[in-house]
């Protein structure tokens, strides 16, 4: 039965609608194509490792290391044995050892531009390689030494050498590695091998990463830097997914592929992604990280694993860039949104929420500023109170905030949660939190982090919209409020406006697009991203590959009623149309926030209120 399309009238909109939509992702397509698309390497781009690095000497490389004693084996990797040494000048050395055949099939594959790589980028969570010598039967590459050796072995290995790595220290280890993905992207080059076996950890236990041979460099094109190897394309996307599946060992311990009893051998990344959609993420968490104990802990490494799933995401376009997940990381760490919140009653017999920023550190005192100078200006009943803050001369930085006791929506909305919500209060919270949104922006305020766990449910059901800490006052122009803030993207990456993610560029149809996202989420009780056969999708797309091919009912949560209540398929069918709208691209397609409440009020009504939308 064709539930979508309820009106003529409607029909010509979303019809119209859905024309630009396909035409510009066939657009995106093509430009997505041609940023990335293989191209002949140029001769000149070539470059012997002998002009590019230090010889240091068959000899002194070869006493360095005691002429290649077995006590000074570190181990065996790939196609080449490394040794401990010491030069001349003192410094310690990891040597690889290849022979000329090993090095010859290197140079075939890496077409000179690696081992420019290698001498290019001085880093310090990138290994820096000292130099080479070869005495013409066998090649040595002499690097840093990192003397607590790979991450690999701490996480997975045996034996007395292997450390314990609390969860700070693991969160520090992902942000180091992070950075030298960033900085090496920024230079237009893909690592390819990111795996905890090539991070290396140093006395401090600080990330470095290693094995640059199997890198690539891409040329710069007038569309930004193209790859080619000769037999497929790669992207900075490849690097994205590798480490997601790094952070994934970071949270569980558990090697990238796990062995199972009576079954084959699967992938921690599966493993991890299904745990998540699931709901059943402590499953798989490594206890000793002691998030059973420590609310801050489980909150970052929840934080954490929605980033690893961002990052192993299907769609390879929507995957976040690495500059973006450093951001991400470090927000983490620096507490920017996962705060400690208390309950207890003031004096008067309030009771109330105290948020606790436990680093007074510059970021951290903008977000405390940012949060003070907006809950104090604004007052509506669909936004969290603020209370009171702590004085300026205080030790930390609190705030005071009403106390909403049934949590955040987002407990809400997983189907085996066993918390069911009906329809019609569904509805209630999506007009409730389209009057907040509209109520900020009315006022020149974005949101940019609109999402279930910041909408908050009290006594009634009611929701109150929670979570400043990213939010931005439009500046005033000649005609009212500028469209527009240059800024880059921050918030949750499935919620983000994906033209932020494109121009850096957000306002308030940025926040519409995350509203459109928790409409499809109040629909369909299912998370953010979603799995379809092997593949992983934001639920914005998911949602409109749904409608367009007029499959509706698989999208709706089929506790909702919707195939036994004539009034409730209306309703559904009008607020995922309007949802659809939310999230189109460009962003010009999409309502204001105004127009969303009033639809919404129309269709509660009966009256639809699609007259709106014009």
């Known amino acids: 039965m064709h539930v979508f ?34 191209t002949t390497s140029d001769a000149s781009t070539e470059f012997d490792i002998k002009s590019q690095l ?14 290649f004693h077995p006590s000074k084996n570190l181990g065996t990797r790939a196609y080449h044995k490394v040794y401990h040494g010491i030069l001349e000048d003192f410094r310690e050395v990891a040597i690889q050892r290849l022979s000329a055949s090993e090095f010859q099939f290197i140079e075939k594959h890496v077409e000179g531009c690696r081992i420019r790589i290698l001498s290019l980028l001085p880093h310090k969570n990138v290994v820096s390689v000292y130099g080479y010598s070869s005495n013409g039967k066998e090649f040595l590459l002499a690097h840093e030494y990192v003397p607590n050796g790979a991450l690999h072995n701490h996480l997975h290995g045996q034996g007395s050498k292997r450390l314990t790595l609390p969860w700070d220290t693991r969160l520090d280890i992902a942000i180091d590695v992070a950075n030298a993905l960033a900085y090496l992207h920024s230079n237009g080059i893909i690592h390819n091998q990111v795996t905890s076996h090539n991070i290396l950890l140093d006395e401090n236990l600080g990330a470095k990463v290693k094995n640059c041979l199997g890198s690539w460099q891409l040329a710069r094109g007038p569309s930004g830097f193209v790859s080619h190897n000769g037999e497929f394309c790669l992207n900075f996307k490849n690097d994205i997914y590798s480490f997601g599946v790094v952070l994934c060992e970071l949270l569980t311990s558990k090697p990238s592929y796990m062995k199972r009893e009576n079954l084959l051998d699967m992938k921690l990344a599966t493993f991890t992604i299904s745990r998540i959609e699931n709901n059943a993420l402590e499953e798989i968490l490594d206890p000793s990280l002691g998030f059973e104990s420590d609310p801050a802990v489980k909150q970052m490494l929840t934080s954490v694993a929605v980033l690893a799933y961002q990052c192993l995401i299907h769609d390879v376009p929507l995957r976040p860039s690495m500059a973006q997940v450093l951001e991400g990381l470090k927000g983490i760490r620096e507490q920017r949104r996962d705060l400690n919140l208390t309950a207890g009653k003031l004096p008067q017999g309030y009771e109330v929420a105290i948020k606790r920023f436990h680093e007074k550190k510059e970021k951290t005192r903008k977000q405390f500023t940012r949060e003070v100078e907006i809950l104090s200006l604004m007052r509506h009943q669909n936004l969290v109170s603020l209370y009171g803050r702590s004085s300026d001369d205080s030790d930390e930085l609190l705030l005071v905030y009403e106390y909403v006791s049934n949590g955040s929506l987002s407990t809400y909305l997983h189907r085996n949660s066993g918390n069911i919500l009906p329809w019609a209060t569904r509805l209630n919270i999506a007009i409730e939190t389209a009057s907040a949104l509209a109520y900020l922006h009315h006022s020149g305020i974005i949101h940019r982090d609109v999402k279930p766990s910041n909408i908050l449910l009290d006594k009634n059901l009611s929701a109150k919209v929670a979570d400043f800490g990213l939010a931005r006052f439009l500046p005033l122009g000649d005609l009212d409020f500028v469209t527009h803030v240059s800024t880059a993207p921050v918030g949750t990456p499935a919620y983000i406006d994906p033209e932020n993610f494109e121009f850096n560029k957000v306002s308030d149809k940025s926040d519409v697009y995350s509203y459109g996202m928790v409409l499809f989420q109040l629909i369909s009780s299912m998370p953010s991203t979603v799995r379809q056969g092997p593949q992983l999708f934001t639920l914005a797309n998911f949602a409109m590959g749904k409608i367009l091919n007029n499959e509706l009912e698989e999208l709706v949560d089929p506790s909702l009623g919707f195939h036994s209540d004539s009034s409730v398929m209306e309703t559904i069918t009008a607020v995922a149309e309007l949802a659809f709208q939310c999230v189109q691209h460009p962003k010009e397609f999409r309502l204001s926030m105004k127009q969303v409440l009033e639809t919404l009020e129309g269709i509660k009504q009966g009256s639809w209120g699609f007259n709106q939308i014009t």
């Open 5 to 38: 399309l309820v009106s003529k009238y409607r029909v010509v909109i979303i019809g119209f609608a859905v024309v630009r939509y396909i035409s510009l992702m066939k657009w995106r397509c093509a430009l997505f194509e041609c940023c990335f698309a293989c």
């Open 54 to 67: 230090p010889n240091l000497g068959y000899t002194e490389l070869s006493s360095a290391c005691h002429h």
